[in-house]
């Protein structure tokens, strides 16, 4: 049997011994795991030096060895997002609908976990932790196959995680890490139906696309995000200002950072030079249409192609509108329905953008920055669905859960 | 362009402009459909004669037959089902969720239509209508794509219902039927990611295990059902026999009746005998494990393939275990999460495999032929999820509806 197959059997089995699990006893085991993380800090940081070598000597990109790197900073983080995992209430065991039909039953509609999940990731060794804590906490088995290059750290960091559970009620085996770095390991995962009941892929496009072109167990898709932000007629200047800036530079590597920037041709006459000069001083490339182009010559042309492409980086377009209709319209063609912003003080305006935009996140009057879990009050996240299908934007605890109907009868038998 | 891709586009199209009509044209729209149909009953039931001689010419089954079959009876019932979705609270535009987080924001989740809805079924043309009812209602698209046998029929109810949209302000490409009857243009549609948004499998196991294995869009997962029936040693002997009769021979063709029944020794004991005679008397086939045949020894071997079949017929196996434990790992073993149901006067049993049992519907004292949306009181059910995200057990119009969150801010930046 493959690694993966076996790996996945164990995991399935211990995530029934898991429904007995309290929630005293979930909290307990994270807590030990975060102080674990963080006394074990040293030979994490060394097994990922293994990683970071390698990296550098496979010609791994500056940003991913950002990505990759462990310090005991950033392990006290990581451990610090696992005691906020604990602060979080238990999703499991949750009444959610009571419903007494006519034939006397009584119908209880509760939240259980889903199972196991399969988590498909690149190289943050970060979301080892915060995956596996999460779904410890939702009472779900997980299968990790994170990327190869941060497999010695993982294979540290699931290590200690072992030795902890080892200790604890819950069998260690509800926490599962793949070290085949071959990617038929992804691949067969993607495929045991009636063992895994979620894929979760999280990374680049390439990554996402692969899992949903392959996956015939179900999916979460996560992740692009080409975002807009419209600026309407009647916008605040210092409130579109700082949205706008915020939107792209706060952090442009991020899926919810804005990629295209409309403008309504009233608010660009007056406004655009300047606030092309401000992205000009925080090095933002600008590519612009031709109304645009006019008001700042200085900027680069905007195709088709750029309005299609999620830079992440320090990159934007500009496009200037005739109306918001035709906001509107240029959303739905290249948006990804991720999150979408309308900077208005006209209230029929904004409705007409907040109902119009079939996206997870729509804004008014605030940055596209803001569609995360932390934000959103979730006190954690496992990724940012961009589906439609059981859970649409931030997903925290839960978005792990799943319901069982329990139905109490006196002998009810069907007419 | 095919015919699938095509009218995909025209669907998806339509379907945006579905999101500002209103709940009375939406119910108006139903009503005049019902009526329309009962009206043109005779040309219906004429295209259903064509479908109905190729069927016999072509060989198909006399149940397969019993299911094309309209009459003006089954027309009239049929109509009555959309009156009765004209009844139900309209699902889209509810706030499930305000959130206000201490960045200020103030977050509103909202139910929104889902989008277009790929349904792929088979030769029912009562699907055709209800589908379309019940995505109508819930605001999105539908794409049909029923048996070839029920094509004909399924072309004049279409036609019928296109006819009314014209007259009103909903666009009829919300409703589109695949007329291509080659098996291409399923798997078409089940790789049209961004423009199906879900596609819903209905029929038996090989129409939905080919969904799950071509599809790259998302699948709600339907159908399969191997439940079970477990009495428990402390079981009420009335009780017991009327649900274990009703479980099995009431309808014993769908995917709610009981495949297998456990028998705790000491009830089976004293009682099977009897109970067997009164399957015999209801020609209900028995098949059963060695101790079962002790007892009855008239009864067939019951086989590991036996209890991994779906009979949905007059077949039944019978399996005598030692205790709820081993009832419970014969469930986990051979069940397939969609209904299950313990009989027994002892609270704490019955909690016991409440809890443990990974199923839709798990029942106390109760027949599983109840897993169904009508006697949940949904009122209407586009068919019963056996997966585990978005929707778990029948579906009604709620499970055809996604979420998004629409964020009010006053200026909000991320820091």
């Known amino acids: 049997m493959s690694e993966v197959k076996k790996k996945a059997y164990l995991a399935k089995e211990a995530s029934h011994k898991l429904a007995s699990i309290t929630t005293e006893q979930k909290n307990n085991a994270l807590t030990a795991i975060a102080d ?12 990922n030096k293994i990683d970071l070598m390698n990296g550098k000597q496979n010609g791994l990109s500056k940003s991913l060895q950002d990505r990759l790197a462990l310090s005991t900073d950033r392990i006290i983080a990581i451990a610090d997002g696992l005691r906020q995992i604990v602060d979080l209430k238990d999703p499991i065991g949750k009444t959610i609908e009571e419903i007494r039909p006519i034939n006397g039953l009584y119908i209880k ?38 990327g190869t290059s941060a497999l010695s750290s993982n294979i540290r960091i699931v290590e200690i995680m072992h030795d902890v559970l080892d200790k604890t009620d819950i069998p260690k085996d509800v926490i599962q890490l793949i070290s085949n770095p071959d990617r038929s390991s992804v691949n067969e995962m993607l495929t045991l139906n009636g063992l895994v ?7 680049g496009a390439s990554l996402i696309q692969n899992v949903i072109q392959n996956a015939t167990v179900p999916v979460i898709e996560t992740g692009a995000g080409i975002c807009h932000t419209y600026i309407d007629k009647e916008a605040n200047l210092t409130m579109a200002t700082n949205i706008a800036l915020n939107a792209k530079i706060q952090r442009p590597s991020v899926c919810n950072a804005m990629e295209t920037l409309l403008l309504h041709k009233q608010f660009a006459e007056t406004h655009f030079p300047q606030l092309a000069n401000l992205y000009r001083e925080e090095n933002v490339d600008l ?21 299609n492409t999620e830079y992440n980086d320090y990159t934007l377009n500009i496009k200037i509108v005739e109306h918001i209709e035709e ?32 996206a997870a996140a729509v804004y008014h009057n605030a940055s596209t920055r ?8 979730f006190g954690a996240e496992i990724g940012i669905s961009t589906q439609k299908l059981h859970v649409r934007g931030p997903m925290g605890l839960e978005a792990l859960t799943s319901t069982k109907y329990r139905i109490h009868g006196t002998g009810q038998t069907k007419k």
Not at 287 to 307: H, S, V
Not at 370 to 377: L, M, P, R, S, V
């Open 36 to 47: 674990a993380l963080v006394l074990n800090k040293e030979s994490i940081i060394e097994a």
């Open 109 to 146: 509609k509760i939240t259980v976990p889903i199972g196991l999940i399969g988590m498909i990731y690149e190289a943050r060794p970060n979301v080892t932790v915060d995956a596996a804590g999460l779904c410890l906490k939702s009472g779900n088995a997980v299968i990790l196959r994170g």
């Open 197 to 203: 009941d979620v894929v979760i892929p999280r990374g």
């Open 287 to 307: 590519k612009g249409c031709a109304k645009a182009k006019q008001l700042a010559p200085w900027i680069n042309d905007a195709t088709e192609d750029d309005y």
């Open 327 to 358: 906001a509107l319209i240029h959303i739905k063609t290249y948006g990804t329905h991720h999150s979408e912003c309308i900077v208005t003080e006209n209230s029929q305006n904004a409705e007409l953008f907040l109902h119009a935009v079939d």
């Open 370 to 377: 803001f569609t995360d879990g932390f934000e959103f009050g």
